[in-house]
């Protein structure tokens, strides 16, 4: 069995450094000793626990105080709906819940509902830590809700190095929510290797963000380039000072790179290729877009390699397997990212999803979830759903709808309105149509399925 | 219609769609302070190419990054 997080930050970690937003500071030597929980740690043990908060800390010293006692840790992003939480529950089989929320209905689950709070509180109470637990990741799914991806400790913290003890520790900021993929392998850096991290409080603005991460003198910042093109177009841009700048979780394109290159100057500029499934895959650290060919091939415990023009990878780190049946995640201990690739010279550059999977800004979306909430509109008889490029997102959904009664293309205002309105109220923001075109027909290939251009 | 006014009205239209408050843009009005977030821009920026052509944030030798609503008319009306 592997440590726990509680016991490798209690062993491996330099001391110091802490986790802070807006409102809360945590020391994170702190959270060995004290509980979020009021001390109901052991009550969760060998349970299934879902954690849903407004607090990025108050999940984060749930996660400390949890991993090793709950038998699975189900981690709710920000900005789910309930449908999804539900589904989640049944699903992971959730039979206790951790929240800050108020309003959660106490036959949710069987087990207990317990609250937390981002603040430390001294405690005795030293629950064993003997379970490997399994972290349950959420990725967007096609039409039955959220995919849930099993992980542990040991694969997601695959890719992070241990503190030298020489260097200055780094003092992170990230625009990622630490519930997801993205975001966690941060925090998860600061737990496990040192240093401190601001995160944003629950709908913080990036102009109140920007200047509390420079009162904070963040050294390392990270998001996606959309969250970055965003940085860029704040007159608050200049108010930071990262040295060391990290991309992942979209396509990275070169003018993007150049011009963070050129304003902020930093010492580092790093693109990540990570993904929920995959885990860490590779970084780039030559301000280049794509990646070496180089890379391919066998690294240390990762390999990757291109198959079916997708990126395909196998490594410690990657998920172990989808909860709650579905296709399986590995297929000969290989992922396949879906992630299509052109070979040009010597670099691989990224061209797409396989599969019409649409990137809005890092966040995935499948076009069968966001044409099964259109169809449900009684005017529509079919529709098909896919990505537009766009140059602040990466990607944007639009939407084609051929209409039950009398098709034609053209605009119909109060069938557009509608089915917007339909999606506001079924989707997260990110999915819902920034486009609906109403069309006479749609081709259907003779295998019955509805063409699909991978645009 | 001006291209402003084209503009305007996307703005206007799009804050209403997304549920959000829109205070009159003027020239001043510093974008990520309009409430609308950069999934909003995104919209806007695919819909104004459908009306007006051009999408100066994909064409770009340089990519530039307007703050200021009116570094964003400014944009377009360079392009067209």
């Not at chain 1, 105080?65 to 309930?82: I, K, N, Q, Y």
């Not at chain 1, 209409?403 to 997260?428: F, K, V, Y």
Request: net charge negative.
């Amino acid at each position: 069995m592997s440590l726990a997080l509680h016991d490798v930050i209690a062993s491996q970690r330099p001391s110091g450094g802490h986790l802070c937003d807006r409102s809360i500071l945590v020391h994170v030597d702190d959270l060995l000793e004290t509980t979020s929980l009021g001390g109901w740690a052991e009550a969760l043990a060998g349970r299934s626990v879902l954690i849903v908060t407004r607090s990025q800390i108050a999940a984060a010293a749930s996660l400390v105080e949890l991993d090793g006692v709950a038998r699975r840790l189900v981690l709710m992003p920000a900005d789910h709906s309930s449908e999804d939480m539900t589904r989640v529950i049944a699903k992971a089989d959730v039979t206790a819940i951790v929240t800050d929320l108020e309003a959660l209905a106490p036959d949710l689950v069987s087990g207990p509902i317990v609250r937390c709070v981002p603040a430390a509180l001294k405690t005795g109470a030293k629950p064993s830590r003997t379970e490997t637990t399994e972290w349950i990741l959420l990725t967007s799914g096609t039409t039955d809700g959220p995919k849930l991806v099993v992980h542990t400790l040991a694969s997601l913290s695959g890719a992070i190095q241990p503190s030298r003890g020489c260097e200055d520790l780094p003092v992170w900021g990230t625009f990622y929510d630490t519930r997801r993929f993205g975001g966690l392998q941060i925090l998860l850096r600061v737990l496990i290797g040192g240093g401190s991290l601001a995160l944003a409080a629950p709908g913080e603005p990036l102009a109140a963000l920007l200047p509390r991460l420079n009162m904070h003198r963040i050294t390392h910042l990270s998001g996606t380039p959309s969250h970055w093109r965003r940085v860029l177009m704040s007159p608050l841009a200049g108010r930071i000072a990262p040295r060391s700048i990290r991309l992942s979780g979209e396509i990275v394109d070169q003018g993007l790179l150049d011009k963070l290159s050129g304003f902020y100057k930093p010492e580092t500029l790093v693109h990540a290729f990570a993904s929920t499934e995959a885990g860490v895959v590779f970084e780039v650290a030559d301000r280049l877009s794509g990646f070496p060919a180089a890379l391919l091939g066998r690294h240390g415990s990762v390999e990757i390699k291109v198959e079916d023009g997708s990126l395909h990878v196998r490594s410690p780190r990657t998920a172990q397997r989808y909860l709650g049946g579905g296709e399986p995640l590995t297929k000969d201990g290989w992922v396949d990212t879906g992630d299509l690739l052109d070979h040009r010279d010597d670099r691989l550059y990224f061209l797409g999803r396989r599969g019409g999977v649409i990137n809005v800004g890092g966040l995935k979306v499948h076009p069968e979830e966001v044409e099964a909430v259109i169809n449900a509109h009684p005017r529509v008889l079919m529709s098909r759903v896919r990505g537009r490029r766009s140059a602040i997102t990466g990607g944007l959904v639009v939407a084609e709808v051929m209409a039950r009664q009398n098709p034609a293309a053209g605009r119909d205002r109060t069938l557009e309105a509608e089915i917007l309105d339909l999606c506001h109220r079924s989707l997260a923001p990110y999915k819902v149509p920034a486009q609906i075109r109403l069309v006479g027909s749609l081709d259907v290939a003779t295998s019955g399925k509805m063409v699909r251009s991978n645009a | 219609m001006s291209v402003r006014n084209i503009i305007l009205e996307q703005f206007i239209q799009v804050a209403d769609e997304q549920g959000k408050q829109l205070p009159i843009p003027s020239d001043e009005l510093i974008l990520l302070d309009s409430s609308l977030d950069s999934l909003s821009f995104a919209i806007i920026v695919a819909r104004l190419e459908d009306a007006l052509g051009v999408d100066p944030f994909s064409t770009a030798d340089e990519l530039s990054f307007p703050v200021t609503f009116g570094d964003f008319v400014s944009l377009y009306e360079q392009a067209i």
